[in-house]
């Protein structure tokens, strides 16, 4: 972790600063409001960093206490960001109007589109923290392929990842909502890839009976995503961490789901069948594999696949140039929760980090499709991407 702390300190020394800039200007103006939000100014900075630091510097005692000590530090990190990243913007505008080679009106023209710049951010973060993240869009995918069995033409897959059930604290109206969303599209199958929690089983125990509702004519399938073994669970045990990991097993098994890990399972339509593959968690470096497409595809030569698996990394690594591996769905990157839509171009964070970060990608007939979440990890916000439910409809070619 350390070594996050020299920009860290970097970013909240610059906040200061600006800080200092902002309420000295307010401050010299000599008016009562300005006074009053000069002071309001470094209070929200103050009080709002400090919250985070209490609540990242504490451990709650107890399993059950640490989904509300989740949410709330989560919303405390985001009310920093509120603070924090409208100011650093208005910071480089102000910075750049400061240029001495710059004409005066251009300077002053910098200055004030700094301030426009740093109001219009805070309203698109408050709109993305308070409206977007409960919010449902449908995606509609059709795919065609040489290979799949005449008798799954027109098979609908509903595709769904990333629930990240603690970011609720316990409240199940928004999972609601989606469980209907999905029954409605009348799926033959769905699946899950993954992500179920953030950090423990603990999160997903009032949501149980919500995910016993979600209906598909040949049944649900679940996969683990890298927030589902407990790894940043750093109070527990590897022992408890295990139990913990088994827990949510058991409870996708109460709701009626299947758990494929590094396995799966035949779908049968009279003589013609599909195998759905659920590999592993394949986490990128540094974090471990736990993904075995060979293991999980035993015995199913020349049969057509739909392979879950939460992290598209392995999409390419992998499965790439394998003629058997048609359909690959994955989640994962969420998007990082922004993305940037203009003239019809998307462009997000997370590509890079991740070539395959949203959306469909093809090589050939070998196809991947990332789901970019229903839920929220870390701050809870999303900005120009609505939670997602896929459905994926199957066609033969002709």
């Known amino acids: 972790m350390r070594i996050f702390w020299l920009p860290f300190v970097v970013v909240i020394l610059l906040v200061f600063f600006l800080d200092w800039i902002i309420s000295s200007k307010l401050w010299k103006t000599g008016k009562r409001y300005a006074r009053v939000l000069s002071v309001l100014n470094v209070v929200a900075t103050v009080g709002t960093m400090a919250t985070v630091f209490v609540m990242l510097g504490t451990q709650p005692t107890s399993k059950s206490l640490f989904v509300g000590h989740m949410a709330t530090t989560a919303r405390a ?16 505008f102000y910075g750049l109007g400061c240029i001495k080679w710059l004409r005066d009106d251009f300077k002053t023209m910098l200055k004030s589109a700094g301030m426009g710049v740093g109001i219009i951010t805070f309203i698109v973060m408050l709109l993305g923290s308070v409206s977007t993240p409960y919010k449902v869009a449908v995606t509609r995918v059709d795919l065609d392929y040489s290979a799949l069995p005449a008798a799954f033409d027109g098979y609908r897959i509903v595709h769904i990842s990333d629930a990240h059930l603690g970011a609720y604290a316990g409240d199940t109206s928004f999972f609601a909502r989606c469980v209907d969303s999905i029954n409605t599209l009348n799926p033959d199958a769905v699946c899950f890839t993954g992500d179920l929690v953030s950090m423990t089983a603990e999160e997903a125990k009032p949501f149980v009976g919500l995910m016993s509702r979600i209906k598909a004519r040949d049944g649900v399938y679940s996969i683990l995503g890298n927030h589902d073994y407990a790894e940043y669970m750093r109070m527990l045990t590897d022992e408890e961490k295990e139990a ?7 409870m996708q098994n109460r709701a ?27 986490g990128d470096p540094p974090f471990p594999v736990y993904g075995d497409y060979g293991v999980a595809t035993q015995g199913l030569k020349g049969v057509f696949k739909v392979h879950l698996q939460h992290n598209p990394y392995m999409w390419r690594k992998v499965l790439v140039g394998k003629e058997e591996a048609p359909l690959t769905l994955s989640g994962h990157t969420h998007a990082m929760q922004f993305v940037f839509n203009m003239f019809g171009q998307r462009w997000s964070p997370a590509s890079w980090r991740y070539p395959e970060w949203g959306g469909l990608y093809s090589e050939g007939e070998q196809k991947l499709y990332v789901n970019t979440g229903l839920g929220m990890a870390g701050p809870p916000f999303r900005i120009g991407i609505l939670p997602e439910i896929t459905l994926i409809t199957l066609h033969r070619k002709k």
Not at 258 to 280: E, H, P, Q, Y
């Open 244 to 250: 913990d990991v088994k827990e949510l097993c058991a």
């Open 77 to 92: 990190l985001l009310a920093f960001m509120l603070v924090l990243i409208p100011k650093l913007l208005w910071g480089v």
């Open 256 to 282: 009626g789901w299947t758990l494929l890990d590094n396995s799966s399972t035949l779908v049968k339509r009279g003589s013609d069948s599909i195998a759905i593959v659920g590999t592993a968690n394949y």
